[in-house]
């Protein structure tokens, strides 16, 4: 019985880590990237024929939505093209080579099923990091992302906050009706000296801040307060300084 259960285990292990692996491709690398996004393509018998509607939607008579993401290195060559992106937040590190960016199932129900992917030019790899991702964030240096999952506005209070490391995942499950009895309509992850700082919203509103240090823990929690003498909510941090969260 023992045998079994460490062999169960084994493949449990090797399911979770081949579970993205399988859908990492090797890319040109190159040192420096820049990008070109387009939105839509005209609608002309040979674009009808190469992109179907059912992938492609015709959002108007004359209009395809493609929502596309060509890379290109400094020689202006075309390194790699991607459909069906969020062209509107496409995030890079400082040195302009590691890019992270949603791929949607469905481009305009994009509440849907989505896949966060990682184009790291200087490993030569693009990498579907994870799916259903609700908000995302990547490092200065491109080495860490950071994103939330299983994000449920309005049935459930629970998601799943990862920080995505060298091919391994540090993910902490949140249940935010431990802090607050409010309910959250979005999250924003903000990068600060000593830690990742979670904004949980409601109506464009912080009702919550948490921290957390660099290996996925929460380490501390902050509800807003009111400034009555200037009009302005408040979070006081760790340190003890106020936020006022109108510079948000």
């Known amino acids: 019985m023992k045998r079994k259960i460490i062999l169960f285990n084994g493949l449990l292990i090797f399911f979770i880590v081949n579970l993205f692996s399988e859908n990492t ?3 040109p690398k190159a040192r420096n990237v820049y ?11 040979k674009n009808m024929k190469k992109f179907n509607e059912n992938d492609y939607p015709r959002i108007t008579k004359d ?3 493609i929502n596309r993401i060509s890379f290109y290195d400094m020689n202006e060559n075309l390194l790699v093209v991607s459909d069906k992106m969020e062209i509107n937040n496409i995030l890079f590190n400082n040195a302009s080579n590691i890019f992270l960016c949603l791929r949607y199932d469905d481009i305009l129900k994009t509440e849907k099923k989505n896949s966060l992917y990682l184009f790291d030019f200087t490993e030569g790899i693009q990498e579907q990091i994870d799916v259903d991702v609700h908000t995302y964030s990547l490092s200065n240096d491109g080495k860490q992302v950071f994103y939330v999952t299983k994000f449920r506005y309005p049935e459930s209070m629970d998601f799943y ?3 995505f ?7 902490k499950v949140i249940n935010y009706k431990q802090f607050t009895n409010e309910l959250c309509d979005s999250i924003k ?5 000593e830690y990742l700082s979670l904004y949980l919203y409601q109506d464009a509103c912080v009702i919550l801040k948490l921290y957390f240090d660099y290996n996925c823990n929460i380490v501390h929690y902050a ?4 400034d009555e ?3 302005v909510s408040y979070i006081i941090n760790p340190e003890g300084n106020k936020e006022y969260l109108n510079k948000q």
Do not use: A, D, M, V
Request: glycine content about 2%; charged content about 35%.
């Open 25 to 27: 491709i090797r890319i």
């Open 35 to 45: 990008i070109k996004t387009i939105n839509t393509i005209e609608s002309n018998e």
């Open 63 to 65: 209009k395809i939505l």
């Open 161 to 163: 906050f990862t920080i």
């Open 165 to 171: 490391e060298n091919k391994k995942r540090k993910t």
């Open 189 to 193: 992850i903000k990068q600060e000296n």
């Open 223 to 226: 509800l807003p307060k009111y």
């Open 229 to 231: 003498n200037i009009g």
